[in-house]
């Protein structure tokens, strides 16, 4: 596996501001990716970090709102912009492709927007 | 629309017998299916992995795989409190992405 280090763990916002979230791997890693977890609910994919590209989204999520960032194969950012309280939630950056198929997951970081 | 299909529970399971989760997916062509389990209010972490039909095991976790029937499940034998969490299934897609279920809940009851 990997030593994924997310941060911040936990951040309280106002409404109208912008955080960015930072993922960083022990390890070069293929594929990076940024998950959303609402409370009692599953994963949703936000986007996939290309490594010098621009990332690719899912449906619903754009890059005005959602800018990221790879600049290596070891880090990435997610920002959140403008933020409401719709975007209270747990973020979650995830990694693929070290041994197998399978994902790891940085800590997470849980975003309350008042 | 590939989807991973799981009862949201909860599953409630006296300590000591055997839970029991279930989880279908709708990609006949998946190759790879992996559980995680998620304790409340941290991140998901990988328990079991499994690739070929027929069953894994791993100390009291053990994986079923059955590609015809595109069915996976996981007991969990000699259940503790401990293992009360939610339990993802999640299949590969491609290019390192995974499909997600909603998760089940499971409840372990002294």
């Known amino acids: 596996s990997a030593v994924i280090s997310q941060k911040p763990s936990r951040d309280i916002c106002q409404r109208g501001t912008s955080l960015t979230i930072q993922c960083q791997v022990d390890s070069q890693v293929t594929m990076m990716f940024w998950y959303r977890q609402q409370p009692g609910q599953s994963l949703t994919l936000i986007a996939t970090?290309?490594?010098?590209?621009?990332?690719?989204?899912e449906s619903g999520f754009v890059i005005d709102k959602f800018p990221i960032s790879r600049p290596n194969l070891t880090f990435s950012t997610l920002t959140v912009s403008n933020m409401s309280p719709e975007d209270s939630s747990i973020y979650l950056c995830s990694v693929g492709g070290i041994t197998d198929t399978e994902a790891f997951f940085g800590q997470g970081t849980r975003l309350t927007v008042v | 629309q590939k989807e991973v299909e799981q009862n949201s529970g909860p599953l409630s399971v006296p300590e000591g017998a055997i839970a029991s989760l279930n989880c279908t997916y709708s990609?006949?062509?998946?190759?790879?299916f992996f559980w995680y389990r998620q304790y409340s209010g941290k991140s998901p972490e990988l328990i079991m992995s499994i690739y070929s039909n027929g069953d894994k095991e791993d100390g009291r976790f053990t994986a079923q795989l059955n590609k015809a029937s595109q069915y996976v499940s996981l007991l969990i034998r000699d259940s503790q409190p401990s293992d009360s969490a939610t339990y993802l299934c999640?299949?590969?897609?491609?290019?390192?992405?995974?499909?997600w279920g909603a998760g089940t809940k499971l409840i372990i009851k002294p």
């Open positions: 999640a299949v590969n897609e491609d290019n390192y992405q995974l499909i």
């Open positions: 970090a290309n490594q010098g590209s621009e990332a690719t989204y």
């Open positions: 990609d006949r062509g998946s190759q790879s």
